[in-house]
């Protein structure tokens, strides 16, 4: 029997889920609207929240100075290829770990994770020697494979626990009918577990996106991402809040977007399993 | 008529293939601040001049000095030129990682870089980085404030006049503290200033055995006097402003002193941005009768990563972002008070930039700050609001720590002072001093 409701109740969950949902989004909505301020309405007390002169100075001045367009590319391409790359290589790691799972498995999987517990500037300098050796500092091919290798214990695991959520069975009797282990990846298991996949390819592009640790110390002028593009923007001494309030808009707005059109995906994606 | 054409066509060709065989693209790494942006948008001068195209990196100035620190240590060769301070010049020069700069031509006229610029910058009297701006630090103060307390500023005021006058023009109830100081921590911030400011104690980081002062009556006086002084007119939650917190509330005049960097200057007494723009005033930083002034001495300098291999094209970007004419092709374009200040002695003889309102006083500030001889009592390293040893850096950040927490009123001065003491000891022994 379904619990009754009372509307009283719904009506508050309903404003504590607002109350919520903005506190949340007030970090990003501040800086948006801090880019159309001027440098003195930013840093103004009382602050200003509404009622304030719109400007669209910041931009035109960060387009002036920036090539905007260059770092958004190398941001799409980073992101979006450590991405696919990662998936093509956990989809069989996930599967193996799933369907035929040995007695280290468990050890295998958190082992992975532990990998994570690393402060990543403990091995900047080895893999900055590695780089230069290879010749891939400042190229997108080196930052694809770091952000796909730091990336790849999560989208193992997410997917690893997608992909126990499908019955063994329906692999098997796929088996019997005669699909080989490549038919049985890419036509059973993968079109079953899309939900996971997706949630799993749109969580690993937002973390590849807002990585700012090695996006920032590989790069120099050719393959810097956004990161590098806020970054320029930041200064300990001067007051730039309003142009680093734009270049950080400019910067998560394409995140921004696909975020908003994927969150059905995202959302059905994340709670895959939990309701049989 | 024939011949005349054919030579015309031929020298140019002969142009076009000497500038195209010579024109490379640099890459240089900078710091986000109004100096160097600028720099940024003129740098289509320097490319018509020579045909090198430039390549921007601009970086926030921490994660640039981690970024540049990683490239010249593992020889990485990602920038041509490297915008460097004058704590990294000294030891990277001395290590052999930067290309010395001893063979400027003679128009270039390295004898006019302000003496003390160019002492921060060299390493046994080889230049190793070219100044672009220099800076000292000094008093901003608010003149309405200080008539209202019935008060004047001397050109150079000690501390007890300054904490005196402080405390005067404070005035909480409508949220005006009489003087803003650096809290946050952090080596380049309130360290910065109070390594500074313990010179005028008389205070030092180590003596001439490196062995580490924080345990001596002269810096519990120094921490004592700075902490009583931010609780009775500084303003509140002071552990968290660095420059520019500070420079944010002196904006909007609720600050009668600041002392902080010169450069600050600009801003301040800039209407488009400072409500009090016309109502500051320039003093020398304090002293305390001991002979030194708590002014410290910065430079941006520019700076060439042994290994590279566009050495010449990078020292001419050099000789021009540094030049004379540089200087005069801002003033021309931005005006004489967005010229990169603290570089040059011939800017301060020039009789256009006299009428600036900071340039006397910033200069004064610059030729007193004396590096080699910081303090009172002799210490075994330079650097006035730094020892420039490489393991300052990471010492610093963890005192500044301590001092903060004292600031926030975590800790007594007493136990930040000992924590510094014990933690600065131990480092400097397993760096092997």
């Known amino acids: 029997m379904a619990r009754a409701i009372t509307s009283q109740r719904k009506a508050l969950n309903t404003a504590l889920a607002w109350g919520v949902g903005l506190l949340i989004f007030f970090p990003i909505l501040w800086t948006i609207l801090t880019s159309f301020k001027t440098e003195a309405q930013a840093i103004s007390d009382p602050p200003v929240f509404l ?140 079109p079953m577990a899309i939900p996971g996949i997706a949630s799993t390819l749109l969580l690993n592009v937002i973390l590849a996106w807002n990585e700012a640790f090695w996006t920032l110390n590989l790069t120099a002028a050719k393959a810097a991402p956004l990161t590098a593009f806020i970054a320029s923007y930041s200064s300990p001494e001067g007051l730039f809040y309003a142009k680093l309030s734009a270049a950080s808009t400019m910067a998560i707005a394409p995140i921004l977007i696909l975020g908003w059109f994927s969150q059905k995906q995202l959302v059905s994606g994340l709670t895959f399993g939990a309701v049989k | ?173 409508n949220g005006i503290y009489g003087i803003c100081l650096r809290g946050k921590a952090g080596w380049g911030e309130n360290m910065a200033f109070l390594t500074a400011t313990a010179n005028a104690f008389g205070a030092r980081w180590f003596d001439e055995n490196w062995q580490a002062q924080f345990d001596q009556p002269e810096w519990k006086e120094t921490l004592e006097f700075y902490v009583n002084l931010m609780n009775d007119a500084g303003p509140p939650g002071a552990s968290n402003n660095g420059f520019n917190e500070n420079l944010s509330l002196f904006q909007q005049g609720k600050c009668g002193m600041w002392i902080d960097a010169t450069v600050a200057a600009s801003f301040v007494t800039n209407p488009d941005d400072s409500t009090v723009a016309n109502k500051v005033g320039f003093a020398l930083a304090p002293d305390t009768g001991k002979g030194k002034r708590g002014n410290w001495l910065w430079a941006w300098a520019l700076g060439i990563p042994a290994g590279t291999q566009k050495t010449d094209a990078a020292k001419e970007f ?28 011939s800017l301060y003889e020039d009789p256009n930039y006299k009428d600036v309102p900071f340039a006397r006083m910033t200069l004064e500030s610059i030729l007193s700050a004396d590096p080699t001889n910081p303090t009172v009592d002799p210490v075994p390293y330079v650097g006035i609001q730094f020892a420039a040893i490489p393991e300052f850096a990471g010492i610093a950040g963890q005192v500044g720590q301590e001092f903060a927490a004292a600031l926030a009123g975590q800790q007594s001065v007493d136990e930040a002072l000992a924590k510094a003491q014990a933690l600065t000891t131990d480092e400097m022994e397993a760096a092997g001093y």
């Not at chain 2, 972002?321 to 931005?334: D, G, H, M, P, R």
């Open chain 2, 1 to 173: 008529m024939f011949a005349k054409y054919a030579l015309g066509a031929a020298t140019a060709i002969s142009l076009i293939a000497a500038g195209s065989a010579s024109a490379e693209t640099i890459t240089i790494a900078t710091v986000n601040n109004g100096d160097m942006i600028r720099m940024q948008g003129l740098t289509d001068d320097f490319t018509t001049k020579t045909g090198h195209v430039v390549e921007w990196v601009t970086l926030e100035e921490n994660v640039l000095r981690q970024r540049v620190t990683t490239d010249i240590t593992t020889k990485g060769g990602q920038f041509d030129i490297m915008t460097i301070g004058m704590y990294e010049t000294p030891i990277w020069g001395r290590n052999g990682w930067l290309v010395p700069l001893d063979d400027l031509p003679a128009e270039y006229d390295a004898d006019d870089i302000l003496p003390a610029m160019r002492g921060g910058l060299s390493v046994d009297g080889t230049l190793y980085a070219a100044p672009f701006y220099g800076e000292s630090s000094m008093i901003m103060y608010r003149t309405d404030l200080m008539e209202k307390a019935g008060l004047e500023m001397p050109d150079a005021p000690t501390w007890e006049f300054v904490a005196g006058a402080a405390r005067a023009m404070t005035d909480k109830d």
């Open chain 2, 318 to 345: 050099i000789q021009w972002a540094t030049s004379k004419e540089y200087i005069e092709l801002v003033a021309a374009k931005e005006g004489w008070a967005n010229v990169p200040p603290g570089a040059r002695t």
């Open chain 1, 51 to 190: 009622f304030f002169d719109w400007t669209l100075e910041n931009y035109s001045v960060v387009q002036q100075r920036s090539d905007y367009g260059r770092f958004l590319w190398n941001s799409i391409i980073i992101a979006g290829g450590s991405t696919i790359l990662g998936i093509i290589i956990a989809v069989p790691a996930a599967w193996s770990m799933a369907f035929v799972p040995s007695k280290r498995t468990k050890d295998i999987l958190l082992w992975m994770l532990s990998t994570k517990m690393l402060p990543a500037v403990g091995v900047l300098y080895p893999i900055y020697l590695i780089f230069i050796k290879l010749g891939l500092l400042d190229t997108k091919t080196g930052l694809v494979i770091v952000l796909m290798l730091i990336n790849l214990p999560i989208i193992v695991w997410m997917l690893y626990t997608y992909f126990k959520e499908i019955p063994g069975e329906i692999l098997e009797a796929a088996r019997m009918d005669g699909a080989t282990l490549r038919e049985e990846v890419l036509y059973i298991l993968t």
